[in-house]
Every structure is written in structure tokens, then in C-alpha cells.
């Protein structure tokens, strides 16, 4: 894995156009976002990933005392055959990260790339292979539905999905027919909440790059703006409307249009205002493209809050406290990841009170990209992670060997009326706090156990 990064640098020229698509027409966010990254997590799964999966010993140190003689080892071990089902927002860093941790924890991978994806999945795992992964390690699915779901049928041994919570749903439901565990790495809600005290400039110009990176089809980009009632927030909202008027049009991917004309469509029916003005919905649902849209008066149950849109369209909620603001985010069934900006101290503070899976401070999605961090998400947004150390150990299971050196092994003996004075003696000397008390429970461990030899002869 460490090697494949050289492959994929040797390649870059060819992986950047195959990655070319209507959603992502900038060959800097396809080497920022997905290249750099991937090799990145490839160099650390190269310098850190054989101490990471190494065995465990467990010895003398905080050996209970009934334990005598027993010395342990926790083992990682391969689960056997991982099945990838890819994403076509992020075609190469998601699944080949995945791809990458699953093959150096040991096991087989089956990779079912999406549709539209197939050209440059197929070339990087031709960059695996020539890195020196076996081609028997890895099979290249086609990227229909059916392929995955006749893959589950043959049998796999751990899922990793990166895609909607409805498609999550799914294969959740062939999974449970065999119990198969799963990764599900699935949409996010993201909130960005500008605290008292916010560096304006910086809200502005982090929303304005989540909203439009990808295209808007990036996971954790901002889908709902929480302001509490402050005058040093009064002017994010109008500032964001105006750096947001001249940005320029993006295509929304075929399989999201309806579902996101439908919703703002929705909205604006029942109140919501496009503060922007520049909404056309026969224009998105025909053609996929779209301009920024910024939704105020949304209703506060309105399912735009509490669905996973792939688009640049952001609603603007303001409350009155920031205890409003957890209580929005932590009760939003999709909590991928959040945002907040303001003073360090008081943002760090209130993150720490968020139920969701990756919180930003004063940034936004670029440092998601750190390869020692994991990334999953709570709720509808998912469960288990990957990438970083946590990632790679969740492609393997735990396998301990637990032996036994010495003759001695009390549990093995005959019963004999001692032993439960014993036993409770042992409890209250390995647990009891002050000295009086374990003096008094040393006590006792000696006369039972003086009772337990001569019952014992």
C-alpha cells in the first residue's frame, strides 16, 4: 500500500481525467480532493499500518490476581472478502482509501464502483496491481445493482458503503440475512453555526467554498446556517446572498435533480423564501443545472431541514440562543459532521456538545482530509468508520490467545467448602480502598486459604 502512492503520483495526469465530469469540472479539485489525500493516507497506511495491526500483549502489568500464570495476546486478523460499494461524488480517495485499508489489514476485496465511475476505478486498481497488489486480491465488479446485490448473495464477510441512507437501507436489509457487519458511510444535514464573536470573513468565505466545492455533491458540505441572534452575526446573511449572486451555475447529478427541485419546490410553497432570486426549476430538472440557492422563513419542520441534499442549496436558521442551535443539530436524524465558527474556546466548548460524527472549528470539509483521522458519521448518516487507525482496524476482527503457563489453576480443582471465603476474600483485597479495609480482606485470603490447603490434603 505504501508503494501504490508512487503508482498513483505516475498516473496523476490520467487518473485527473478520467475523474472529469459534469460535477466536477476542475482538475485542482479533483488533485486537492482526492489525489493528494489518497496518497497521503496510502504513505500512513505504509509507515504506520503494521504497528497499528500488530499483536497485543497482555502480560503481568494489571494481570488480575485469579489470572496467575495466564499471559494473552490480542490478534487482528483478517475478516476475508470486503465488498466496497463505490461513490461517484468522490470516486477515487472514498473507495480507494477503503480499498487500500482493507487490503493491508489482510483481506480480499470485491469493489463495485458507481455508475459513471468505471473508467477510472478500473485504472486505479490497475495502479494497486502494478504496485505489487496479487490480482486475485482484488475483483472489479461492474457498477450495476445487480452486481452488488449478487455479490452479498455469494457471500462477504464485512460491507463498506459510501452512499445515501436509502441505499443504506438496503443493503442493511441483505446484510441482515446473514448477519454480515457493515461500514455505512452515508449523507450528512451539515450544519455551520457562526457563534458570537465570528470571524465574518471567514464564515463567508467557507460557506461560499463548501456550498460550491464538488459541485455541492460533498457530503459534509453546509446544508443549513444556525445564527443566533447577535450583532456580530447580523451581517453574515446578507454578506453571504451577495458573495453568492455572481457565482456561477453547477450540474447536479442525474440521480439527484428531482429529488432536489421536489424539495425546493416544496419549500418555496409553503413559505420559504430564495433570497437569491435566481431558482429555476424546469431548468434544474431538465438540464441539472442550477445556481446557488439560499432559503429563508423556512418552516421549521420542513423535510428540506432534515434531507440529504447533493446540491448548492443552503437554509438560513436563526435563533435566539445557541442552546437552540445544539438542540437543532443533535436532533437532526442525519449528523455527519458540523461546523461552528467563533472563539476558538467557546466554539471548542460547544462542539463538544454536538451528537454528530467530525466537527470543524473555523474551517470547513478540507480537515476531513487528514489521513490519521477516522470519519463516520451518527443517526441516518451512518455507523463504523474508515480511514485513520480506527478505519483499519474495523477491517479486521479480534482474535485473542490466552494461555496458561504453570500448574496452578484453582478453577479446576474439586469444590470445597473454602472456596467461596476464598474467592470473596481475593474480590474484596484486589477492590477495597484504605488500608484498613484491605488489611482486614488480607486476612481473610490468608485463613481461607490456610482452610482451603488442609481441606485440600
Not at 458540523?338 to 470547513?364: C, H, K, Q, W, Y
Amino acid at each position: 500500500m505504501g508503494r501504490a502512492r508512487d503508482e498513483i503520483a505516475s498516473r496523476v495526469d490520467q487518473l485527473t481525467r478520467l475523474s472529469r465530469s459534469e460535477q466536477r469540472t476542475d482538475d485542482a479539485e479533483t488533485v486537492a480532493s482526492e489525489l493528494i489525500p489518497l496518497c497521503d493516507a496510502l504513505r500512513w497506511i505504509g509507515k504506520h499500518g503494521r504497528k497499528t495491526l500488530a499483536p497485543r500483549k497482555v502480560g503481568l502489568k494489571g494481570r488480575p490476581v485469579w489470572m496467575w500464570g495466564v499471559r494473552s495476546v490480542v490478534e487482528r486478523v483478517p475478516l476475508g472478502r470486503v465488498l466496497i460499494l463505490g461513490t461517484w461524488n468522490y470516486p477515487l480517495l472514498l473507495p480507494g482509501v477503503q480499498m487500500a485499508q482493507a487490503l493491508a489489514a489482510g483481506n480480499e476485496v470485491w469493489l463495485k464502483p458507481a455508475p459513471g465511475s468505471e473508467t477510472v476505478t478500473a485504472e486505479l486498481v490497475a495502479a494497486f496491481v502494478a504496485a505489487g497488489v496479487p490480482e486475485s486480491a482484488i475483483t472489479l465488479l461492474d457498477s450495476s445493482t445487480e452486481a452488488a446485490i449478487e455479490a452479498q448473495s455469494k457471500g462477504v464477510d464485512l460491507v463498506v458503503l459510501t452512499g445515501s441512507a436509502q441505499t443504506g437501507k438496503q443493503v442493511l436489509k441483505q446484510s441482515a440475512d446473514t448477519l454480515t457487519p457493515s461500514i455505512m458511510e452515508l449523507s450528512g444535514v451539515d450544519a455551520a453555526i457562526a457563534l458570537p464573536g465570528a470571524d465574518v470573513d471567514r464564515v463567508i468565505d467557507a460557506l461560499a467554498f463548501g456550498l460550491l466545492f464538488n459541485s455541492g455533491a460533498t457530503c459534509i458540505g453546509p446544508r443549513r446556517l444556525i445564527i443566533p441572534n447577535h450583532p456580530s452575526t447580523s451581517q453574515i446573511t446578507p454578506r453571504l446572498i451577495d458573495r453568492l449572486r455572481n457565482a456561477n451555475e453547477v450540474s447536479v447529478h442525474p440521480a439527484a435533480r428531482s429529488g432536489v427541485a421536489d424539495l425546493i419546490d416544496d419549500a418555496l410553497g409553503n413559505g420559504a423564501e430564495d433570497s437569491l432570486g435566481q431558482y429555476n426549476s424546469e431548468r434544474l430538472r431538465q438540464t441539472g443545472k442550477m445556481h446557488p440557492v439560499v432559503l429563508q422563513n423556512v418552516p421549521d419542520n420542513h423535510a428540506i431541514l432534515r434531507s440529504d441534499v447533493f446540491a448548492p442549496v443552503i437554509s438560513i436558521i436563526p435563533v435566539q440562543k445557541t442552546e437552540q442551535a445544539v438542540r437543532i443539530v443533535n436532533e437532526c436524524p442525519y449528523r455527519l459532521a458540523a461546523s461552528v465558527f467563533g472563539p476558538v474556546s467557546e466554539a471548542r466548548e460547544f462542539a463538544e456538545r454536538l451528537d454528530v460524527g467530525v466537527v470543524t472549528i473555523n474551517d470547513m470539509v478540507a480537515p476531513t482530509a487528514d489521513p490519521r483521522l477516522p470519519f463516520g458519521g451518527r443517526g441516518q448518516s451512518g455507523f463504523g468508520v474508515t480511514r485513520g487507525p480506527e478505519g483499519l482496524l474495523a477491517m479486521t476482527g479480534c482474535r485473542v490467545i490466552a494461555t496458561r503457563r504453570g500448574r496452578g489453576a484453582m478453577h479446576l480443582s474439586p469444590r470445597n467448602d473454602a472456596d467461596a471465603e476464598l474467592l470473596l476474600g481475593v474480590l474484596q483485597l484486589s477492590h477495597s480502598e484504605g488500608w484498613g479495609r484491605r488489611i482486614s480482606a488480607l486476612r481473610r485470603v490468608t485463613t481461607a486459604a490456610s482452610r482451603w490447603r488442609a481441606l485440600k490434603k
